[in-house]
């Protein structure tokens, strides 16, 4: 079997991702590896040095995951990023970095498609998204819609003030939830207020409840 390289490796995993993704990879020092998206590239390079005020550099400094908005001060261009570190054997060897463009001046609506066309959607009238049958679906109290992003990268789009990753398949609009149920294994079940009923899972329980403040 041939040998296959770290890159080639990087680049399959790279075509995982939404074209909305730019991913980059560095050592404790300088990237080493760098795959722009269609929508965001901050045009680095392998051999640059991993600047200060970059996720990446939070990251490797603080030894631990790091998710944030990053304005264009760093690199002329604002963005959204997660960073990732690695380690091999106890040892910090570098960072993993996922860039998501944000969101645009002025923009304020979700863009639904429905059989009928396609209907803007204000942030505040969005209810809940769901990722379903390989879609993201959007509910609002009187119309659904699908769209193209995933829930991962709606997490970075969305107002974080109101929007909030309750179950791996669910985002809510803290404003559309009517009740919140004790369920089964420390677990919730929110009654929105179109009476659709939205499940809290485990692994989510605690941040959903450090949110909300109960």
Not at 26 to 55: A, C, F, H, M
Not at 189 to 197: A, T, W
């Amino acid at each position: 079997m041939e040998r296959i390289s770290v890159v080639s490796i990087l680049d399959v995993i790279g075509e995982l991702f939404s074209d909305e993704v730019s991913i980059a990879v560095s050592n404790t020092k300088e990237y080493i590896y760098y795959r722009p998206s269609k929508r965001i590239d901050l045009k680095i390079r392998p051999g640059d040095l991993v600047r200060k005020g970059t996720i990446a550099y939070k990251a490797l400094h603080t030894k631990q995951k790091v998710s944030e908005f990053i304005n264009r001060d760093v690199f002329g261009v604002p963005y959204h990023g997660m960073a990732v570190p690695f380690f091999w054997e106890g040892k910090l060897e570098g960072c993993v970095t996922a860039i998501f463009p944000a969101l645009t001046d002025g923009k304020s609506v979700v863009t639904v498609k429905t059989d009928e066309g396609w209907v803007p959607i204000p942030f505040s009238k969005v209810a809940y998204l769901e990722a379903k049958d390989k879609k993201t679906y959007v509910y609002t109290e009187g119309c659904s819609g699908t769209h193209k992003y995933s829930l991962q990268e709606f997490e970075y789009l969305l107002p974080k003030d109101y929007f909030i990753r309750c179950h791996r398949a669910f985002i809510v609009n803290v404003n559309h939830i009517k009740e919140i149920y004790p369920d089964a294994h420390s677990t919730f079940l929110l009654l929105m207020n179109n009476g659709d009923k939205i499940p809290v899972s485990q692994s989510y329980s605690s941040y959903f409840r450090k949110l909300l403040g109960f």
